[in-house]
């Protein structure tokens, strides 16, 4: 069988190419490498001729990339951002030290953040590292950790972890409902929602159908009803954050609001929730099955909510 590393050039070659082509300067790239600038030209024509066709184009105090040159920077780049990022994780696993949580931006930033002090005081060895995005990641490529996710129960892996189910209930600030009583546009009833402003997230690719309020006010009996007006936001928090500064009134998702209400930030309307079959599951990847900061991290999670009722 061919060995396979006839096949690849040295990583010095790969490090100095991809230098030189991102300042399309070797004495640039010599620098950044502390290397001299015969050696960066050295390894770059050693590269060259390895694979067999030009990379850059010597022209008059300037250099520029081949269209083959181009086509390999593609492809070098990020195997060469993974090779780092690889060697990060692996450097960091072996002191055990760092913790990589994914998670969506409305729990990192409603309800995990404002929480994170107190597990670091309870565990200062462990340093955490929070990935939000609304994406599911592949946790081992990644190097994840730990997963925090909203999913309907019927889709939730056979190994996730629950932590807390889902309920949705207008909430709107306890000033706005005040100002409102004052205005004679009283929120007694749920059809007195056309008399105000709804807060919305946008949607536009149907990723969250279950947080819309016509679907909401169709599950309340109330599908015909049109609100005085509407303002849109593109994300979940910064609708709550609007309707804690009295703009209007949102759908609140209860496992994030809950202490925004303990806390009278924000009031509950007309008694009414809305209970959904989902919620929010814990996963751990398989390389943190058996590392102990993970099982502590999402001990601390379901401790912290079943506080908070």
């Known amino acids: 069988m061919q060995n396979a590393t006839r096949n690849l050039p040295p990583l010095d070659f790969l490090r100095g190419f991809e230098a030189a082509a991102r300042h399309l300067s070797f004495t640039r790239a010599a620098e950044e490498l502390f290397l001299t600038q015969s050696a960066i030209s050295r390894q770059i024509q050693a590269l060259e001729e390895f694979i067999g066709v030009p990379l850059f184009e010597r022209r008059h105090k300037a250099l520029a990339l081949t269209e083959a040159g181009k ?42 953040v404002p929480r994170l002090a107190r597990f670091r005081r309870r ?86 159908p279950w947080l819309a309020w016509p679907a909401w006010l169709e599950s309340m009996g109330e599908g015909e009803l049109e609100p005085a007006s509407t303002t849109s936001y593109g994300q979940y928090d910064q609708v709550i954050q609007a309707a804690i500064h009295g703009q209007g009134i949102a759908l609140g998702r209860m496992s994030l609001a809950v202490k925004l209400v303990k806390d009278k930030q924000l009031v509950t309307l007309f008694g009414q929730r809305q209970r959904l079959q989902r919620g929010f599951y814990a996963v751990y990847a398989r390389q943190a099955q058996a590392r102990e900061a993970a099982g502590k991290f999402v001990d601390w999670i379901k401790e912290e909510l079943a506080a908070e009722g």
């Not at 390999?72 to 002191?95: F, G, H, I, K, M």
Request: proline share 6%; aromatic share 4%; charged share 25%.
């Open 123 to 208: 565990h200062p060895g462990v340093d955490v590292r929070i990935n939000a995005t609304p994406d599911v990641v592949d946790m081992e490529r990644e190097g994840i950790d730990v997963a925090i996710r909203d999913i309907a129960v019927s889709r939730a892996p056979a190994e996730a972890i629950f932590l807390v189910g889902e309920h949705l209930a207008p909430v709107c600030s306890p000033e706005y409902l005040k100002e409102s009583r004052v205005a004679k546009r009283p929120l007694s009833k749920l059809s007195d929602l056309r008399h105000h402003t709804l807060l919305v997230m946008h949607d536009p690719r149907g990723r969250w």
């Open 71 to 112: 086509a390999y920077l593609r492809a070098v780049e990020p195997a060469l951002d993974q090779l780092r990022e690889a060697t990060r994780r692996l450097r960091e696993s072996r002191t055990g030290h760092v913790l990589t949580v994914t998670t969506t931006m409305s729990f990192a930033s409603m309800w995990l």
